[in-house]
């Protein structure tokens, strides 16, 4: 009942008679009557109402099939689900219409017989459970209606902020669900310390499930900058473990109330599809989390799904967003990732300038697939003060063209302050494009 597409077709398919014992037929009479007049799905609280209209007698038969189907809440791999039930419809139309023309090619009805087949195999194909985006317009406002009203009661509609109040502002409130939002820097530019900081913001802030794919390094390395993001704790003390009692106590406290959010995932294979990515979440779902946002780090390291060995790095990298792209739309979820940016001239370190587009390494086209891309800046002497220049650059289709300074503690990983603020970014010069 939690896809509502799915529902609504599932239900002219499946009878209280398919299952396989009364009780289950009779929650699913529930469910099915429930959705006919709410269109949402049944939570635990009506299904404990129906039970309690019934007759002692049957509550108590249908007490083991109605608690098991609380505890297990939603299920945690539709996708088999679906399957299962496709394979289960076609099989039981054919056997339907096996049967009926049957009947009628005995009775001498041989072309009425034929008839029933060839409707039975164009309803056949026609049985599909995967989500397909048509909108037929006028017919459908109401369900765009509720769900719209529906969205407003999470005050955030699933977007995640970005940590800079004026970037959000730029960017209708920054990462939305099935967008690819993606920074780029040169190399040891605190692209991985930005992307942790995003999910530090998606679950402190949010509350959202988060994973974070690391496709080079180690998954207890960011394990550690997260734990020093949250508690404030010198990176350094963190990885010896000599976090603070104090600080301890209360990153203990806070890591309680976030528990099942956040999932620190490994892939140092070098030949990481998007495949992989999504084999992961597939499996994630099995285990009962649902990821509503993604941090890929980083987007360069991809492989395309399709390319084989004579693909070249950009047909690689731009194949690889091209994949990411379509797994964070079918997800419906945000990601942020990063890129590398072309290798410094001599002193691009010592003199301040802004990374723009042109600067992304190896495939400019991948500016094209992701949502919103921007630059992260700084000299040596902005990293000593703990200084870091946000670029950005462009969201959708839009130019948004702003720089902001941030601060940048790299001793405790924290990156994105509320105390951001706009300045005009320097006009790019010849010597650094």
């Known amino acids: 009942m939690v896809d509502e597409s799915f529902c609504s077709k599932a239900l002219q398919y499946i009878e209280p008679q398919h299952f396989t014992n009364e009780a289950l037929g009779w929650v699913f009479t529930t469910l099915a009557a429930y959705w006919q007049v709410y269109s949402m ?85 026609d ?36 940590g800079i109040p004026l970037l959000d502002r730029a960017t209708d409130g920054g990462v939305h669900p099935g967008e690819v939002w993606v920074v780029f820097a040169y190399a040891k530019r605190c692209k991985t310390t930005w992307l942790i900081n995003q999910g530090f913001n998606a679950t402190r802030v949010h509350h959202l499930p988060t994973v974070h794919f690391v496709l ?35 990153l203990a406290q806070e890591y309680e109330t976030l528990r099942r959010l956040l999932v620190i995932r490994t892939l140092n294979d070098w030949d990481v599809t998007i495949l992989d990515i ?94 919103a891309f921007g630059s992260l800046n700084a000299t040596d002497e902005e990293l000593a003060n703990g200084e870091m220049r946000v670029f950005f650059e462009s969201h959708r289709d839009s130019p948004v063209n702003q720089l902001y300074t941030v601060t940048n503690d790299l001793s405790r990983m924290r990156m994105i302050t509320s105390s951001a603020v706009y300045v005009p970014p320097a006009p790019p010069t010849n010597e650094f494009e």
Request: charged share 30%; net charge neutral.
């Open 127 to 162: 049985i599909r459970f995967d989500s397909v985006d048509r909108i037929w317009l006028f017919d459908e406002l109401p369900e765009r209606q509720r769900e719209r009203v529906r969205a407003q009661l999470d005050p955030q509609n699933g977007v995640v902020t970005t």
């Open 278 to 371: 999504d084999a992961e979440l597939h499996y994630l779902r099995t285990q009962g989390f649902f990821p509503k946002f993604g941090v890929l780090d980083y987007m360069d390291l991809g492989r395309m799904r399709d390319g084989g060995k004579g693909a070249s790095e950009t047909q690689h990298q731009v194949g690889f967003a091209r994949d990411h792209k379509r797994l964070a739309n079918k997800t419906d979820t945000g990601w942020w990732s990063a890129w590398q940016a072309q290798r410094p001239k001599i002193g691009a370190h010592e003199k301040e300038h802004v990374l723009m587009s042109s600067n992304v390494a190896d495939a400019y086209a991948k500016v094209r697939i992701v949502d």
């Open 41 to 125: 799905r049944l939570t635990d609280m009506p299904l404990r109402d129906a039970v309690r209209k019934l007759s002692p007698e049957r509550a108590l038969r249908y007490a083991h099939e109605v608690e098991l189907i609380i505890a297990l809440g939603e299920v945690p791999e539709a996708d088999y689900v679906k399957n299962e039930l496709r394979d289960f419809a076609q099989r039981a139309v054919f056997a339907g219409a096996h049967e009926d023309a049957a009947r009628l090619f005995n009775e001498g009805k041989v072309s009425a017989s034929y008839d029933v087949m060839a409707r039975a195999q164009e309803r056949i194909a």
């Open 216 to 250: 080079e390094g180690k998954g207890r390395q960011i394990a550690a900058r997260y734990d020093a993001c949250f508690s404030q704790e010198l990176y350094s003390k963190v990885k010896r473990g000599e976090i603070q009692t104090q600080l301890y106590t209360q």
